[in-house]
């Protein structure tokens, strides 16, 4: 179809669409628009990656707004990928059309986006605008749910179920667009949502999988062809450089974000020695580049690989750096990419090959290694083929022996992606949606409660209801016994508490764990931090550290130490919950050593974690801390105070004297401490500083000198002419963690970076 067929879009879409080559829609395409996904019709698009789908959903938005008014809302899975997709929309900021993006925090009703044409947010920020009253979202005329398969997702997905069931209720003519990658039940969906449905295998460019083993390609077509592995070389480094002999580039799915970076340190050797002069001057200039963007590790290292030839993705790269990666590879510039999944669920980065390295990963919730869904591996090989440049595509697995050859055959070549199955009915998820749904008044007894549950795709999908009656009789018990919700004559109404917790966005056990702990205070109590680290940490929704061999004894032992400390009733040794109790209190000694500055190396070392890993605890610990301190304050606890000092610290990873100055933007733990110890103890102290001295505190670097004076407000920020004050700075040749090198490019960066 040509794309001055399509009906109902704005007249400039024609020019915008072939200043960028397009000119005729792809074959998925052309039958959403015939299904009338331009006439406000919903629809289910289950379509390979990289077939266009992003086109899909903005020919149903742009539709949606021109021609029955109203605004589009683009739901995305990962907040990463919000970004990514707004920069995308902003292109139609040209023709007049307002886009805005909506994450931050979970505690406001977005007002300022009433009036967008077009809002990108993820499933829990549109969930929580729900909850928080957001009137501009009866204004809806078009939802887009990217990713939706995700629905099967048991932490994620029953929320962008609810979601969506609650958009719809709120407005029954809302024109719904899922869109989805190629799953084995495209069709359930459809019929969930009242969508016309385009499944479709059909792909831009010719897709083939494979094992490699031994010193061959095993292609699904039955051929083989040689790829020998030398004697210095690792599969991904034989497949690689076999790739760049065909002149083209490569693209690594590894499991973690320290993976990415190992990996690309060390395939950058195999792409240096493909390098022309010319390339290698342009590299150079593209890394000058990337160190610019900022004085950290990460991005030291990140340019150290892309001098050689590759780099390393993942969502703890500033989105600059990301962009440059990006366009450097599919400039043919940057030879490999080694990334985290990330990548393949929203980034239009196509490579002559996949490599997917790892097939399996770490799942927190079973504390060991499970293999990916046929669906994500699929996702990732779908990268693979540059439409217009490449013949055909190429998608590996890498295989170690004869069996694990036939496995992953079995597993991923010839397999069918997985069909997906609503998660709706598992106890934390009901117990958070019915909370929210009775708060948000969308039900005001159980009998509500059911019809609305009915909406779901879970109800769908089961012929048998009794399941879900008794969860949810279960789960509106819960509620009242701890508060949050109480029984009237007419059914059922959400208490103060229970508004204030699903405002908050909170797992209502969390909630009733942290009121009982800070109700077990003493009258005039205060809690210390590591108290209320431990508090938080004993929730469900934080992710605790395991216990290993020997931490067991360790933390036992601690537990008795720091008593008094605790909140709350402790569990004799006997009881079931007495791991639990040490596992949080792992955790709580991590948050708190943390707080006390104790280096993240140091942390990781001791705690056998990943920066990653890190700050994954102390966001969801300054998330909690919040809520406990509205939750004090609801209730009247008079502990405020001391929760915010806990949170404060931290979020900064500071102890209490740091926590104004660590508050300056740019400054952070290490900068803070080194301008406190050189005598500037307060932003408005640094507002005041002596440049020289402030010049040496952060090691004689002038551009971040100049950026944290000018965020603290200095008069005159300029360090043109500034000389460091010699007193201060480090002894020469004393190493320091921002100028080190770090040879085998596995060095971590600062927690700030990721
Ligand atoms: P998906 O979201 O399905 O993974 P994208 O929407 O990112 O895929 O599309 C992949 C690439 O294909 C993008 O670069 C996009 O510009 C391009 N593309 C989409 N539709 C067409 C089309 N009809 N003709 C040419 N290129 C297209």
Redesign the pocket.
């Known amino acids: 179809m040509d794309?001055a067929d399509v009906p109902e879009v704005p007249d400039w879409l024609l020019s915008h669409?072939r200043e960028?080559?397009?000119?005729?829609?792809?074959p998925p395409?052309a039958e959403a628009v015939e299904q009338g996904v331009t006439r406000g019709e919903s629809l289910v698009a289950s379509?390979?990656?990289?077939?266009?789908?992003?086109?899909?959903?903005t020919l149903a938005m742009l539709s949606a707004v021109e021609s029955r008014g109203g605004m589009a809302l683009y739901i995305v899975p990962l907040r990463a990928l919000a970004s990514e997709k707004r920069e995308e929309f902003e292109e139609f900021e040209a023709y007049g059309l307002d886009v805005g993006v909506s994450t931050g925090n979970y505690e406001s009703d977005g007002g300022w986006l009433a009036g967008k044409d077009i809002v990108v947010a993820t499933s829990e920020k549109v969930d929580s605008l729900v909850r928080n009253d957001a009137p501009w979202l009866e204004e809806l005329s078009c939802v887009v749910a990217?990713e939706v398969h995700l629905v099967d997702d048991a932490e994620r997905g029953p929320t962008l179920e609810v979601t969506l069931a609650t958009l719809r209720r709120l407005n029954p003519a809302l024109q719904t667009v899922a869109?989805s990658?190629t799953i084995g039940n495209a069709e359930e969906l459809a019929t969930w949502l009242d969508a016309a449905l385009v499944d479709s295998t059909w792909r831009?460019i010719e897709l083939r999988k494979g094992v490699h083993y031994g010193d061959a390609l095993h292609l699904e077509n039955g051929d083989q062809q040689r790829l020998p592995v030398r004697r210095s070389e690792d599969q991904p480094a034989a497949i690689v450089r076999d790739t760049l002999e065909e002149g083209g580039s490569t693209l690594v799915f590894v499991n973690s974000r320290r993976n990415a970076e190992s990996a690309a340190g060390r395939l950058a050797s195999t792409t240096e020695a493909a390098l022309t002069p010319e390339t290698e001057t342009e590299l150079a200039a593209l890394a000058a580049e990337i160190r610019d963007v900022s004085d950290t590790d990460t991005s030291d290292d990140l340019a150290a690989a892309v001098e050689r030839g590759a780099a390393f993705h993942h969502a703890g790269l500033a989105r600059e750096h990301r962009q440059l990666v990006e366009t450097a590879f599919r400039d043919r510039l940057v030879k490999v990419i080694c990334a985290t999944p990330t990548l393949a669920a929203?980034v239009?980065t196509?490579a002559r090959r996949v490599i997917v390295r790892d097939w399996r990963r770490y799942d927190g919730t079973v504390g060991g290694m499970t293999p990916l869904s046929v669906l994500e591996v699929h996702q990732m090989m779908?990268r693979a083929g540059r439409?217009g440049r490449d013949p055909y595509g190429e998608a590996v697995l890498l295989a170690n022996g004869h069996d694990e050859l036939d496995e992953l055959f079995e597993r991923y070549v010839w397999a069918e992606p997985e069909p997906v199955a609503s998660k709706l009915a598992a106890e934390p998820a009901l117990r958070t949606h019915a909370l929210a749904t009775v708060a948000s008044g969308f039900a005001r007894s159980r009998g509500d409660l059911l019809a609305f549950f009915e909406e779901t795709l879970y109800a769908e999908q089961t012929a048998d209801r009794a399941h879900l009656r008794t969860v949810t009789d279960d789960v509106v018990a819960y509620l009242v016994t701890n508060g949050f919700l109480e029984r009237t004559e007419t059914g059922l109404a959400a208490t103060g508490l229970g508004h204030t917790v699903s405002r908050l966005y909170l797992d209502p056990m969390s909630a009733a764990e942290v009121v009982d702990g800070l109700r077990s205070l003493e009258e005039g109590g205060e809690p210390t931090a590591l108290g209320l680290y431990h508090l938080v940490c004993r929730t469900p929704d934080m992710y605790e550290l395991y216990l290993r061999s020997g931490d067991e004894e360790e933390y036992t032992m601690l537990a008795h130490e720091r008593a008094e400390e605790l909140l709350g009733r402790a569990p004799s040794e006997f009881e079931e919950r007495f791991e639990d109790w040490l596992s949080a209190l792992k955790t709580a000694r991590l948050l708190e050593d943390w707080a006390g500055e104790v280096d993240e190396d140091e942390l990781a070392d001791r705690y056998q974690v990943g920066p990653g890993d890190i700050r994954g605890k102390t966001d969801a610990a300054e998330w909690l801390l919040g809520a406990a301190e509205s939750l004090s304050a609801e209730l009247d606890l008079g502990v405020g105070p001391a929760i915010r000092r806990a949170r404060q610290r931290v979020a900064a990873g500071v102890r209490a004297e740091l926590v104004e100055l660590a508050e300056v933007r740019g400054v952070g733990r290490k900068r803070a401490r080194r301008l406190f110890d050189a005598g500037i103890e307060t932003p408005a102290q640094l507002r005041g500083a002596d440049k020289s001295v402030v010049l040496a505190a952060l090691r004689d670097r002038p551009n971040t000198a100049e950026t944290v004076l000018e965020n603290a407000g200095h008069p005159d920020p300029s360090m043109t002419d500034v000389e460091p004050a010699a007193d201060l700075l480090p002894e020469p040749g004393a190493t320091d963690e921002s100028g080190t090198d770090d040879p085998d490019g596995r060095g971590q960066a600062n927690l700030e970076d990721f």
């Not at 379509?47 to 959903?57: H, M, N, Q």
């Open positions: 794309i669409l960028q080559g397009i000119e005729a829609l792809y395409q379509i390979p990656t990289a077939s266009g789908k992003t086109l899909v959903a990217d869109l990658a831009p929203g239009n196509p779908g439409p």
